[in-house]
Structure formats: C-alpha cells, structure tokens
C-alpha cells in the first residue's frame, strides 16, 4: 500500500527506539492496526507519537489515499 509509505516509514523508525516490552513496540512487531499502534502509543505515554500518526493518516485521507 504505497499511499501509506510515509506513515509505515515513521512507524518503522518509531519501532528503532521503543523498548521491546513496550505495548506499542509489541503492537507493530504483531503489525496490528495503525489505530491500534496510536492507542498503544497513548497507554505508553508516547503522545507526541500518536499525534504525528493520526496527522499521517489525516494527510492521507485528504490526499484522496
């Protein structure tokens, strides 16, 4: 799905720098939804993560993806 490769590109690099315990680190390892990942992120108290997400997938709505 090319139209979310900015988005898979900004979860792979998140995943570089997570703990692996971590519920969002296990949550794109088990690559379960993307809004699963922003609510994982959130549990975690990795906000600023979530938000960029939800503004990715925000972009690619409004681009028509």
Do not use: K, W
């Amino acid at each position: 799905m090319e139209q979310y490769s900015g988005l898979n590109e900004l979860i792979d690099e998140y995943r570089t720098v997570l703990p692996a315990e971590s519920r969002t680190a296990q949550a794109i390892d088990a690559h379960e939804p993307i809004e699963r990942i922003a609510l994982r992120a959130i549990e975690d108290g990795y906000t600023e993560f979530s938000q960029r997400v939800a503004q990715s997938m925000e972009s690619c709505l409004r681009s028509g993806m």
